[in-house]
């Protein structure tokens, strides 16, 4: 009893550009089970293009988010992203130890890097064998702005939680995948798995191939496009539109002329958006299955539309589809929303995993 106080799971915290998303879990054996969740909105210009513009508005909504979900922890796993991270694959000799590597990232970061080094945060994260050439390894590494990071941690400790992990949502995407690969064919093994996360104003594509992250790239689209055009049309606010595109209950036309179209771009965007994987030309193949993730995957027949314009099978994400829920958590709510919780349920194993020093 007292060794589970002693080492409380981090609590994943994903903090976007329109909601708080909040997770914590347990571990037995293999198997996670929630133990308390919590999603809070946020104002319209708390968060913008991923990084926290309002640190105060956004404390607010982080503890409005863990009082409801009446999680007590008080160390977290959060993740950064976007404009202020930069990725990049490069290769290091197979024989050095991660020490070496990590020295010697460090000495030649400034060949990849185009800041400053005191003004970034490096982390990197070893793909495994370059395909030709089994001497050396690929090595993906993220350069991430210290800004950039300092407000995101500000606003998490004006809610009172402390950050142990600061990741990657890249790499957090290929942790969450692990515990979703019952969902896939051959569960990912010997796959090449797309996970396309369609937020409100970045989608991000993240290849996974082996269970193994070997390409990531964002782009600016999402559903606040739609959001917008709701507002626009029906004279509704921010707010309201939001509700209306869960709800429903806006007016006839919405269907034929708002939302369809939408989703025509969407499916679209996503097909344009695979061929830059395609034409980076690695030496994996075709992708054989897409999976989408992110709210505004959880428009109806979305993934039945993308199919039809990729010619890819194609699901949508539930990181939740595998694990259990303590009886405080209200499970059935919380299928409506799975496809958005996938950065913070990799968030949330990260932080059942994280070993205590
Ligand atoms: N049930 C739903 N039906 C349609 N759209 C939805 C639904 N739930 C959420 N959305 C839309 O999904 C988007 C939010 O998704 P998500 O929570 O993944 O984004 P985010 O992570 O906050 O954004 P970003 O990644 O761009 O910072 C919003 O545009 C929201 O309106
Ligand atoms: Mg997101």
């Known amino acids: 009893m007292f ?9 994943g915290l994903d903090i976007s550009s329109t909601s708080v998303k909040l997770m914590e879990l347990s571990k037995t054996g293999s198997s996670y089970r929630i133990e308390g969740i919590g999603v809070e909105p946020l104002p319209a210009n708390a968060v913008v293009e991923k990084n926290v513009a309002e640190v105060e508005s956004v404390g607010e909504s982080v503890k409005r988010a863990l009082a409801k979900s009446k999680i007590k922890s008080k160390f977290c796993a959060i993740a950064v992203s976007g404009s202020s991270v930069i990725t990049k694959k ?12 990590e020295g010697q990232i460090q000495l030649e970061a400034d060949q990849y890097i185009p ?38 941690v500000a ?100 269907e034929p002329e708002v939302l369809e179209p939408f989703k025509e771009t969407t499916a679209q965007q996503v097909s344009r958006f695979l061929q830059f994987f395609y034409s980076a030309g690695g030496p994996i193949g075709d992708i054989d299955h897409l999976v989408l993730a992110g709210g505004t995957a959880s428009l109806p027949n979305l993934a039945e539309l993308t199919e039809s314009h990729i010619g890819v099978p194609t699901t949508i994400a539930n990181p939740f589809a595998d694990m259990s829920s303590s009886s405080r958590v209200n499970k059935a709510n919380l299928e409506a929303d799975a496809p958005s919780f996938l950065i913070a349920a990799g968030l949330a194993i990260r932080g059942v995993e994280y070993k205590w020093s």
Do not use: W
Not at 3 to 11: A, D, E, T, V, Y
Not at 125 to 138: A, L, R, S
């Open 115 to 152: 800041y400053p080094l005191e003004e970034v945060n490096l982390d990197f994260h070893i793909i495994g064998e370059t395909e030709t050439n089994p001497e050396t390894v690929d090595v993906l590494l993220a350069a991430c702005r210290s800004e950039n990071v300092d407000d995101r």
């Open 155 to 254: 606003a998490v400790e004006l809610a009172g939680l402390t950050p142990k992990i600061v990741d990657i949502e890249a790499y957090t995407v290929e942790t969450v995948f692990s515990a979703m690969a019952s969902q896939m064919p051959d569960e990912g093994m010997d796959k090449t798995i797309a996970i396309v996360d369609i937020g409100a104003t970045m989608t991000s594509l993240s290849v996974i191939h082996n269970h193994q992250l070997i390409y990531t790239r964002e782009q600016n689209f999402g559903g606040k496009q739609l959001t917008e055009e709701i507002m626009r049309r029906y004279g509704l606010s921010y707010e309201e539109a939001g509700l209306a595109k869960r709800q429903g209950g806006l007016p006839d036309n919405y």
């Open 90 to 101: 490069i290769t290091m000799p197979a024989s050095l130890s991660e020490d070496e590597m």
């Open 3 to 11: 060794l589970s106080r002693k080492n409380p799971p981090l609590i």
